[in-house]
C-alpha cells in the first residue's frame, strides 16, 4: 500500500522512547512503555533499551530534546538497532525530522498496533477495518512522511497544472477512504442482516482487556476451536458460537481486546466489530487477576464500555488466570490457612464491588468452569423470562 512498511518476518531489534509530560505520573508512562514492548514482541520485536525524558511538552520538530535525540543516536550507533518506536503519536514532521537524525526508521505506538493488526486480519471485513484505519493515519503525516504513494486507482493521470505531488498524494489517499467506507458500509450491511436472522436467543458478548483469556473462555463454554494465543490482539475478527447449557441455548461472541491509549481511527474502523459487544444481552466482563496492574485494566474497559453505551447491560465479571494470581502472590512457604483467609477476603471484596455477579476461574487449569457455567446459566434464564417468557419454558 506505501512505501515504508515494516518486516516483522525476521526478529528486528528496537528501543522505545517515551516523554513524561508536566502532570503525568512517571510509573505510569513506565506501565505505558511496558505494555509497548509487549505489542513489540507481539510483532516479532526485540526491544534492547528504553529511554524517557521529563518534559513540559514534547519537542515540536524532534518529540524528545536535542540531548536526548543525540543519547538516542549514540546508543543506535553502539548498538545493532533496527527501529525505533515512540509511545505516543507522532505527526509525519517529527518522524521525518527523528529519522534524518538517527538513520533508522521511525515509527509510533499507532503504527505498530495497526501493523499487528494487519498481520492478524483474516476477513474481508477486518482487512477492510485495519486499511481503513492504516490510510486515516497517513493522511495528515503524508506531507513529512512519504515521498510518494504507489499509483493505483483513483487519482492516476489526474493532476492539474501545477498541482504538487503532495496535493496527488492526498487526493488518493481521500479516494481511498472514501471508497474503503463505502466497501466497509456495504460488509456492514451484510453483518447487521446475519446478526438479525439469529432469531430470538439471548447474545452473550465476552469483553476485556486484550490478552486476558477471552477466546479460552470461548473454547470452554461453546467446545469449539477458537485460535487462543499468548499474544496481543491474537483475536480482531468476532467469533459466534451457539451454545448450550443446562439445555439452555444462547449465542456467545468472542470480540477484540481493549487497550490503552488505542489509536481512536482503530476504535472507529472497528465500530461493526463492537456492534456484537451493543447488541448482546449480557456481557461477560474477562480480567487477568494475575496481571499487576488489573485493577487499571478493568477501569478502561468500563470505560470503552461505556463510551459504546453498553456499561448498563448485566455484567459478570470473570476473574481469570487465579492460579498464576496465587503463584504470584503468595509464598510457597505461607501457611495454608493464611493463604485461604487471604483469598477469601479478595473474594469477599469483588463480591461486594459487583453485586455478587463475578467469579474467580482458570481457564487453563479448568478451575471452577462449573460455577462459571451455572452463574451464565442463571443469568441467560433469567433475561430469556424478561425478553422472550414464551420461549423460557421449554429451556428448563
Not at 515509527?107 to 493488526?117: E, G, K, T
Not at 471485513?125 to 513529512?144: D, H, M, S
Not at 504538487?164 to 456492514?188: C, G, H, Q
Amino acid at each position: 500500500m506505501i512505501e515504508k512498511k515494516i518486516n516483522y518476518n525476521n526478529t528486528i531489534n528496537v528501543v522505545l522512547v517515551a516523554v513524561i509530560q508536566k502532570g503525568q505520573e512517571e510509573h505510569l508512562v513506565k506501565e505505558y512503555l511496558d505494555e509497548l514492548q509487549f505489542l513489540a514482541e507481539t510483532a516479532g520485536a526485540v526491544t534492547v533499551k528504553t529511554f524517557t525524558q521529563k518534559l513540559d511538552h514534547p519537542d515540536s520538530r524532534t518529540f524528545v530534546g536535542k540531548g536526548k535525540l543525540q543519547e538516542i543516536k549514540d546508543f543506535i550507533l553502539r548498538k545493532q538497532v533496527d527501529l525505533v518506536i515512540f509511545d505516543d503519536e507522532l505527526t509525519g514532521s517529527q518522524i521525518s525530522n527523528i529519522e534524518k537524525e538517527l538513520k533508522v526508521t521511525t515509527i509510533d505506538r499507532s503504527d505498530l498496533i495497526l501493523d499487528i493488526f494487519a498481520s492478524r486480519a483474516q476477513t474481508a471485513q477486518a482487512k477492510v477495518q485495519v486499511e481503513l484505519a492504516q490510510y486515516q493515519y497517513i493522511l495528515p503525516r503524508l506531507k513529512g512522511m512519504w515521498k510518494h504513494l504507489e499509483r493505483q486507482g483513483a487519482g492516476i493521470g489526474s493532476r492539474g497544472p501545477g498541482e504538487t505531488e503532495i496535493e496527488t498524494d492526498r487526493r488518493i489517499v481521500k479516494d481511498k477512504i472514501s471508497l474503503l467506507r463505502k466497501r466497509l458500509a456495504e460488509i456492514d450491511k451484510q453483518a447487521f442482516t446475519q446478526r438479525k436472522d439469529r432469531g430470538e436467543f439471548i447474545r452473550v458478548a465476552l469483553v476485556g482487556y486484550t490478552n486476558v483469556g477471552k477466546s479460552t473462555i470461548m473454547n470452554l463454554l461453546s467446545k469449539s476451536d477458537v485460535f487462543a494465543e499468548n499474544k496481543l490482539f491474537a483475536t480482531l475478527d468476532t467469533t459466534t458460537r451457539k451454545v448450550v447449557l443446562g439445555h439452555t441455548p444462547f449465542l456467545l461472541s468472542d470480540t477484540v481486546g481493549f487497550i490503552r491509549k488505542l489509536p481512536h481511527h482503530l476504535i472507529e474502523s472497528f465500530k461493526s466489530t463492537l456492534d456484537e459487544v451493543r447488541e448482546a444481552d449480557i456481557l461477560l466482563h474477562v480480567v487477568d487477576i494475575s496481571h499487576p496492574k488489573y485493577e487499571e485494566q478493568i477501569a478502561v474497559v468500563n470505560k470503552t464500555l461505556q463510551e459504546l453505551k453498553s456499561f448498563d447491560k448485566p455484567i459478570i465479571i470473570l476473574f481469570n488466570k487465579m492460579d498464576q494470581y496465587e503463584k504470584n502472590t503468595f509464598d510457597q512457604w505461607l501457611p495454608e490457612e493464611v493463604k485461604e483467609q487471604l483469598l477469601a477476603e479478595l473474594k469477599e471484596r469483588w463480591q461486594i464491588q459487583t453485586n455478587g455477579h463475578c467469579v474467580f476461574i482458570s481457564a487453563t487449569q479448568k478451575t471452577n468452569i462449573r460455577e462459571l457455567r451455572q452463574v451464565v446459566l442463571n443469568q441467560v434464564r433469567e433475561l430469556y423470562q424478561s425478553k422472550y417468557p414464551y420461549k423460557a419454558e421449554f429451556f428448563y
